[in-house]
């Protein structure tokens, strides 16, 4: 009986082994193919930017826009950037689209000062094979020459992971940025490990609390807890800090209380397409705060 019960267990292994091989091939081919895609989606013309308001908490007023990339892909629709950015940065297709995305950003938001609305500040992610790319501090030099626009009005968005890891080269890469006069960001933070003794080396403007902090406003108070560390650290730093992926009412409360200076999320507004954003550019003031 043990001898039959050992060699159900072995071929039950070698199934599940198979099954799951199966599996990973499946998962290695989908990926292959979304990059083929993604390789062309840029002569396509199948990617766009989308822009998502960051307000003052208490004026209410729009202190800059996030630009987030969408992929409309022929084949397979749309398809998340938590999907395909990871697979444009092991492909290191990540370096021509983020060029195109900067390139873009640019010339979008001198659009919309030259259509007369008051200047925004945009903010544009980078993700580690770009803020590691030997030309990339040119390559952004380049693109707001080119353009013309005022370096005040370009933020650049890096993670605090990406920031900590390799913290000294990080920190020569970040001050040749700041010398250019663009701002600085550290996104998703709380959610790596920060030596706080490099962080007051940063060169950075702006702190975003990552939006698994502020979802746990109202139902955790470990999470509560990390929201107000994290804001009282960004002004002992006199940094500005941002609360991420807020969408209620209550966790409004919550961080205004907390003297939070911006915030973005669902709650103000979704990313969106120029067009529907410059509805928000043509309000002056919104009438939650
Ligand atoms: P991120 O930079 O942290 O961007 C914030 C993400 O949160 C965006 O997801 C945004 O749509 C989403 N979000 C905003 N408000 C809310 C909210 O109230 N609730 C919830 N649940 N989510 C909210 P998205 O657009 O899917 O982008 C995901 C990530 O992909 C970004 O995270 C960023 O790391 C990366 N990404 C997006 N565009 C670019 C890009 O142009 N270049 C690079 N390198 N990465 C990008
Ligand atoms: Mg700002
Ligand atoms: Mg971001
Ligand atoms: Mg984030």
């Given at each position: 009986?043990?001898?039959?019960?050992?060699?159900?267990?072995?071929?039950?292994?070698?199934?599940?082994?198979?099954?799951?091989?199966r599996?990973?091939?499946?998962?290695?081919?989908?990926?292959?193919?979304?990059?083929?895609?993604?390789?062309?989606?840029l002569?396509?013309?199948?990617?766009?930017?989308?822009?998502q308001?960051?307000?003052?908490?208490?004026?209410?007023?729009?202190?800059?826009?996030?630009?987030?990339?969408?992929?409309?892909?022929?084949?397979?629709g749309s398809?998340?950037?938590?999907?395909?950015?990871?697979i444009?940065?092991?492909?290191?297709?990540?370096?021509?689209?983020?060029?195109?995305?900067?390139?873009?950003?640019?010339?979008?938001n001198?659009?919309?000062?030259?259509?007369?609305?008051?200047?925004?500040?945009?903010?544009?992610?980078?993700?580690?094979?770009?803020?590691r790319?030997?030309?990339?501090i040119?390559?952004?030099?380049?693109?707001?020459?080119?353009?013309?626009l005022?370096?005040?009005?370009?933020?650049?968005?890096?993670?605090?992971?990406?920031?900590?890891?390799?913290v000294?080269?990080?920190?020569?890469?970040l001050?040749?940025?700041?010398?250019l006069?663009?701002?600085?960001?550290?996104?998703?933070f709380?959610?790596g490990?920060?030596s706080?003794?490099?962080?007051?080396?940063l060169?950075?403007?702006?702190?975003?609390?990552?939006?698994?902090?502020?979802?746990?406003?109202?139902?955790?108070?470990?999470?509560?807890?990390i929201?107000i560390?994290i804001?009282?650290?960004?002004?002992?730093?006199?940094?500005?800090?941002?609360?991420?992926?807020?969408?209620?009412?209550?966790?409004?409360?919550?961080?205004?209380?907390?003297?939070?200076?911006?915030?973005?999320?669902?709650?103000?507004?979704?990313?969106?397409?120029?067009?529907?954003?410059?509805?928000?550019?043509?309000?002056?003031?919104?009438?939650?705060?």
């Amino acid at each position: 009986q043990a001898d039959t019960a050992m060699y159900y267990a072995k071929e039950l292994g070698r199934n599940n082994y198979q099954f799951f091989t199966r599996k990973l091939d499946d998962k290695i081919q989908e990926k292959l193919a979304l990059g083929n895609h993604l390789r062309r989606a840029l002569e396509r013309e199948e990617l766009s930017l989308h822009y998502q308001p960051q307000v003052d908490i208490r004026t209410g007023r729009i202190k800059g826009l996030e630009v987030l990339l969408r992929w409309n892909s022929s084949i397979q629709g749309s398809v998340s950037p938590a999907v395909f950015i990871p697979i444009a940065e092991e492909t290191g297709l990540i370096v021509p689209i983020g060029a195109w995305v900067l390139r873009c950003a640019c010339d979008q938001n001198l659009k919309w000062q030259e259509m007369g609305y008051p200047p925004q500040s945009i903010s544009v992610n980078i993700s580690a094979r770009q803020f590691r790319e030997p030309m990339f501090i040119e390559s952004i030099a380049e693109v707001l020459k080119e353009t013309g626009l005022d370096p005040q009005w370009l933020e650049i968005e890096i993670t605090e992971s990406i920031a900590m890891e390799n913290v000294e080269s990080s920190i020569k890469q970040l001050k040749r940025l700041k010398e250019l006069g663009v701002t600085i960001a550290i996104d998703d933070f709380g959610t790596g490990y920060s030596s706080l003794n490099y962080l007051r080396k940063l060169p950075i403007d702006t702190l975003k609390i990552d939006q698994s902090f502020v979802q746990d406003i109202g139902r955790d108070e470990n999470g509560e807890a990390i929201v107000i560390a994290i804001i009282q650290l960004a002004h002992n730093l006199h940094l500005t800090v941002i609360a991420e992926g807020v969408e209620t009412e209550g966790q409004l409360d919550f961080l205004k209380y907390k003297n939070c200076d911006e915030i973005q999320g669902y709650f103000y507004s979704k990313p969106r397409p120029p067009v529907e954003i410059e509805q928000y550019l043509k309000r002056e003031k919104v009438s939650f705060a």
